[in-house]
């Protein structure tokens, strides 16, 4: 079994900042990729999920054309935690955002992609 559990959304003007943890417990022997995704209002009925940012466990960084410069995607591996450092927010930023990691319960499993349970980032004056 596996959990992930997501903090640090919430309700903040243009130009501020959040940082969005996901921490990942349970049955796992290695995370891959860890990626930041988002929903954004209106978009639930056809679970259009955006990619916002993701990190591999070289360090290597990928993000949406719309964050770069803005936002940042770390991750703590020892603790099974990736992080999201949102600068310079925007009222288009408003959505879900949801962690998604690809995790190996095993050193038999194949890696299958978990996501946390959301957290809603709302931007606005």
């Known amino acids: 079994q596996v959990q992930l559990v997501e903090s640090g959304g919430g309700l903040v003007q243009p130009g501020g900042s959040l940082r969005l943890s996901c921490t990942a417990s349970g049955m796992i022997s290695s995370i891959d990729a860890m990626a930041w995704y988002r929903q954004a209002p209106g978009k639930e009925l056809r679970k259009e999920r955006e990619?916002?940012?993701?990190?591999?466990?070289?360090?290597?960084?990928n993000y949406a054309d719309s964050v770069k410069g803005r936002f940042t995607i770390s991750s703590d591996n020892a603790k099974n935690t990736v992080y999201l450092q949102m600068n310079n927010l925007k009222p288009e930023d408003t959505a879900v955002y949801y962690c998604?990691?690809?995790?190996?319960?095993?050193?038999?499993?194949?890696?299958?992609?978990?996501w946390g349970q959301g957290t809603q980032v709302t931007v606005s004056s």
């Open positions: 990619l916002v940012a993701a990190i591999t466990p070289t360090g290597n960084r």
């Open positions: 998604n990691l690809d995790i190996k319960r095993t050193i038999w499993h194949k890696a299958e992609g978990y």
